[in-house]
Nanobody, 125 residues
Framework: QVQLVESGGGLVQPGGSLRLSCAAS????????MGWYRQAPGQQRELVAG????????????NYADSVKGRFTISRDNPRNTVYLQMNSLKPEDTAVYSC??????????????WGQGTQVTVSS
């Protein structure tokens, strides 16, 4: 069973920065994709940023929601099975619960699709 533990949320003023971390633990054989999602009150969950395991000289290919392009950066640490989300120039509309998602293969259960517990990000003055 693969478990994800998130950290790094909190309260920040508009224009500020936060970095979220999500570490996966368990008998992980490979990771195919990692992503960050967010859900604001009364809204549907949306993909914020994703990173795959291959492409761009094995550094992985990334994709971002239009609303965060140029402000957020997703990255990963393969040996630590960890994905990060660096959030800069934060805006009040970025306020939401952020959750990480990791898909891969583990032993002995095979394919997994795990979610973190969610971390609150509040952007307010």
């Amino acid at each position: 069973q693969v478990q994800l533990v998130e950290s790094g949320g909190g309260l920040v003023q508009p224009g500020g920065s936060l970095r979220l971390s999500c570490a996966a633990s368990g008998n992980i054989l490979s990771i195919n994709a990692m992503g960050w999602y967010r859900q604001a009150p009364g809204q549907q969950r949306e993909l914020v940023a994703g990173i795959t395991s291959g492409g761009i000289t094995s550094g992985g290919t990334t994709n971002y929601a239009d609303s965060v392009k140029g402000r957020f950066t997703i990255s990963r640490d393969n040996p630590r099975n960890t994905v990060y989300l660096q959030m800069n120039s934060l805006k009040p509309e970025d306020t939401a619960v952020y959750s990480c998602n990791i898909k891969g293969v583990s032993f002995p259960h095979g394919a997994f699709d795990s979610w973190g517990q969610g971390t609150q990000v509040t952007v307010s003055s």
